[in-house]
């Protein structure tokens, strides 16, 4: 070629258009000939082209089985023009039982294993068609689906197979095509056939109707679906995600300790994976309750054996695995598959709808097959029928021409006959012409035209079309239908860090300067079988317990701060300390502000709308609120109460109906009043007046006077007394009360206040540290306006700064609180309405302080 013809046949082409289109045609060519399956079959090309393959050669579950080179080897040689391990891990995974819920290809010899085995060669393993895979290909001979040229024109091939069940659903799909990729999971045969029968016989029928008879996807390695939202989602848009746990049990061994055992394991997880993953999870801390593990797995099936330490929770264990492990694993759906050669997303009803109308054309076609296949028959029996009716005279125009086309030509003028008719008398054989033959034909040309009157029917009645595309589906529904083996949980539970902490007792204690710590409750009760004791919490000069509680590690804590705020925290998130250590500061714990500090402490598991808080103010206000208004949290806390710039929070307590409330003011007033005086209001206001001070007056603190019960106050000097909370009269709330001790100069104003009972001692603790712990009961009990008595010598400069209230030691019954053995108070010593978890607390506080001193 010249150079001027050269460079006539050079064209000057856009680089980004030719790259547009070159990348576009091989992301289509990726698209539609290798990564998305076809809707009407659910397969791959090279699914299809083994399974046709297989066919053609006769390796159909009757016959022997053979070797799978031979096989791949027919198909990469035939329809298929890629390697030989892309076709030979096909054939694989459709032959293992633990990847399809229903195996397309019965494998012989090593298919490898949920473990992640891969299979042997394909020099060594044998293979045919599986039994299912036999639906999917019948009638393919009767012209139901088109072929089309393979790869070098030298064969045909279907573009799709008959598929006389939805594949596409009953053993799902996954591919990664160019910008798109498809992930369809597998599902029950009899579920999905159930569904479509549904959609046949109502197709106005909605996504909740087709999940009453499909409700969710159905592995072969079984497992648990937690949640259906998901299931739902992806029904109905073609998308969703859900997450699927293994199946485990925990069993009680001879020796008493307890270990897990799991069964079943998330679909496509390996195995092998799983265990190794646990392995370093154990080695790592991470799950130290784990003492031994092993693989007792065999072909009667899956046991993964998790051996627990004696103090082991086994479904902590379990939460930490399913969280830690793929024993929990999400699972992505996108139901993408090829529409008429194009990719859609479907929702179930579409993509049952597509299949059912792929099954009337496969049933048109077949019928329109086998109506001509009966229809040239029965015109040659038509043919037989006329020459045996003039035999002699067929007989002797044979003989008497010259050759078969003379007889033929003659033949077709003399009776009309059809030239298929002339061929096949001239071809009949002699023992035909008797009469045992003559009345074969006659029967079968009766049951002949009854089968086409029966084609004519169904091809001019889609109804019926539809009856019989039923019909055959149940027939296989019957035949290779199994039970579901995934169950389907109705709530997916998203695991929090709360379960993966064992749920137990834990005394919390938090001191007036502000120090937090949580330890268990055993730590205790331990020391009550001692006879001595241990010694007492490390705290610093002037400080001390003021808040002890038995709460457990998922109940909330409720911190309620000097400036009105609230803070919520569960008891696990409280750090832990030692019998000895003083705790946390509250302000490493809470973002406190300058000057805040805690006020108040409330812990509870629920936030009932029945159930409400008081709150009470230095300046008198007061507030009733439910709990419920309290269920949220921030981390710089929320508002609990409105304050104005010169007040602060003093007091929060649980308020019950009928209850009394009382308020004790600085400058000696008290006042008593009934909870039904203020009325419930919202968490964010100010409250109303409790009890009315006046000038540089302040309230003190409010409790609950329960019947039976007494005042204690004391003063700033140390003097105090105890009254019958009965001596003070009933009065509305916002009143100023009435006087509780004569206050003076020498002795001062009051310091503080407390509700006792029978029993109880108070701690007295002053401003520079001075610390004295006396018995209620030997404080003067005088009327309600006298001076009081002398309780705590103070210095000159000193002033008592606060009380606590403890239990006294005294006699005690053993009891069962929360399942495990501790000494409770004797019923009449603990305050009303007191429970038993309660009175453990006080017993607490009152060893505490005993050990302190």
């Known amino acids: 070629m010249t150079e001027e013809a050269m460079a006539s046949s050079v064209m000057p082409v856009d680089i980004e258009d030719e790259l547009r289109r070159s990348f576009l045609e091989y992301s289509m060519s990726v698209i539609v000939a290798r990564a998305l399956p076809d809707v009407r079959d659910g397969l791959k090309p090279v699914h299809r082209r083994i399974l046709y393959a297989m066919h053609e050669s006769g390796l159909t579950p009757t016959r022997a089985y053979k070797k799978s080179a031979w096989t791949v080897g027919e198909v990469i040689g035939k329809y298929h023009p890629h390697g030989d391990s892309a076709v030979y891990d096909t054939m694989v995974r459709m032959a293992q039982d633990f990847s399809m819920r229903a195996p397309l290809v019965d494998g012989h010899g090593n298919f490898g294993s949920v473990d992640g085995d891969s299979a042997a060669a394909m020099r060594y393993t044998e293979s045919r068609l599986a039994k299912p895979a036999m639906e999917l290909l019948r009638d393919l001979e009767k012209e139901t689906v088109d072929f089309g040229p393979n790869y070098d024109e030298s064969l045909t091939e279907p573009l799709v197979l008959p598929s006389r069940y939805p594949n596409l659903l009953v053993n799902g799909s996954a591919g990664i095509a160019v910008g798109m990729a498809t992930n369809i999971l597998p599902h029950n045969l009899g579920e999905v056939i159930d569904a479509t029968c549904a959609l046949i016989d109502d197709p106005g029928i909605s996504t909740e109707g087709l999940m009453e008879h499909l409700p969710g996807p159905d592995f072969p390695t079984g497992g648990v679906i937690m949640g259906r939202e998901g299931i739902q989602s992806a029904y109905e848009t073609g998308r969703g995600s859900i997450k699927v746990r293994g199946k485990a049990y925990a069993e009680q061994t001879s020796t008493g300790r307890m270990r897990i055992i799991i069964t079943e394991i998330p679909y496509a997880v390996n195995k092998s994976k799983l265990v190794t993953k646990i392995a370093e999870l154990v080695r790592e801390k991470k799950l130290p309750e784990i003492s031994d593990l092993r693989d007792e797995s065999d072909r009667k099936g899956m046991r993964i054996v998790v051996e627990l330490k004696q103090i082991a929770i086994p479904q902590v264990v379990m939460n930490k695995l399913y969280k830690h492990t793929p024993l929990e694993t999400g699972m992505g759906i996108i139901q993408l598959a090829l529409v008429d050669g194009v990719p859609k997303e479907l929702p179930l009803k579409e993509m049952l709808f597509h299949y059912v109308e792929h099954q009337k054309d496969v049933i048109v076609r077949r019928t329109s097959y086998d109506l001509r296949k009966a229809e040239e028959r029965a015109h040659i029996l038509e043919g037989y029928v006329i020459a045996l009716d003039n035999i002699d005279e067929v007989i002797k125009i044979i003989r008497g021409s010259q050759d078969d086309g003379e007889a033929k030509s003659r033949l077709m003028e003399r009776f009309g006959l059809s030239e298929a008719q002339t061929d096949a008398i001239l071809e009949m054989r002699l023992r035909r012409l008797t009469g045992l033959e003559r009345s074969k034909i006659d029967e079968e040309l009766a049951d002949l035209r009854e089968k086409i009157a029966w084609y004519q029917k169904v091809l001019g009645d889609t109804a019926l079309v539809l009856q019989i595309i039923k019909d055959e589906m149940l027939e296989i529904k019957d035949k290779y239908g199994n039970k579901r083996r995934t169950e389907l949980s109705g709530v997916a539970h998203d695991l929090d860090v709360e379960d993966l902490i064992a749920e137990e007792d834990m005394v919390v204690t938090i001191t007036k300067a502000g120090y937090v710590k ?42 309620f701060s000097t400036r009105g705020k609230v803070y919520r925290l569960k008891v696990h998130e409280l750090p832990v300390g030692s019998r000895h250590s003083r705790g946390t500061a509250a302000v490493n714990l ?15 598991r629920e936030f009932s709308a029945d159930e409400y808080l008081l709150f009470a103010t230095a300046q008198g ?54 909870e039904d005086n203020a009325r419930p209001m919202g968490r964010d206001t100010m409250g109303v007046r409790g009890m009315n001070v006046k000038g540089d007056d302040r309230v003190l603190g409010m409790e609950i006077a329960y019947p039976g019960s007494e005042l204690f106050v004391v003063t700033e000097r140390g003097y105090g007394k105890r009254t019958p909370v009965d001596q003070y009269p009933m009065q509305n709330r916002g009143g100023m009360g009435v006087k509780t001790i004569q206050v003076t100069p020498k002795k001062g104003r009051l310091a503080g206040m407390k509700i006792v009972m029978p029993g109880h001692e108070l701690m007295l603790i002053s401003e520079e540290g001075v610390v004295i712990r006396v018995k209620a009961e030997d404080i003067s009990q005088l009327g309600r306006s006298t001076q009081g008595v002398k309780v705590m010598n103070v210095g000159e400069s000193d002033r008592v700064s606060a009380i606590a209230r403890v239990s006294a030691k005294k006699k005690k019954k053993p009891a069962t609180v929360d399942g495990q053995q501790a000494l409770i108070e004797e019923p009449g010593d603990r305050v009303p309405g007191m429970t038993d978890l309660e009175a453990a607390a006080e017993d607490l506080v009152s060893e505490e302080f005993d050990e302190e001193e």
């Open 590 to 604: 809470l973002p406190f502000t300058q000057d805040e500090r805690i006020a108040a402490v409330i812990t509870t």
């Open 518 to 559: 949580r330890l268990p409750v055993a730590t205790y009760r331990q020391q009550k079988r001692g006879g001595k004791g241990i010694s007492g919490v490390n705290l610093k000069e002037s400080d001390f317990v003021e808040h002890l509680f038995i709460s457990s590690t998922h109940d909330y804590v409720l911190f």
């Open 621 to 674: 206000m007061v507030k009733k609120t439910a709990i419920q208004a309290y269920d949220r949290s921030r981390r710089d806390g929320i508002i609990a109460i409105n304050l104005r710039d010169d007040d602060e929070l003093i007091s929060v307590r649980r308020v019950r109906k009928g209850e009394r409330v009382m308020m004790v003011s600085a400058e000696g007033k008290a006042i008593k009043w009934d």
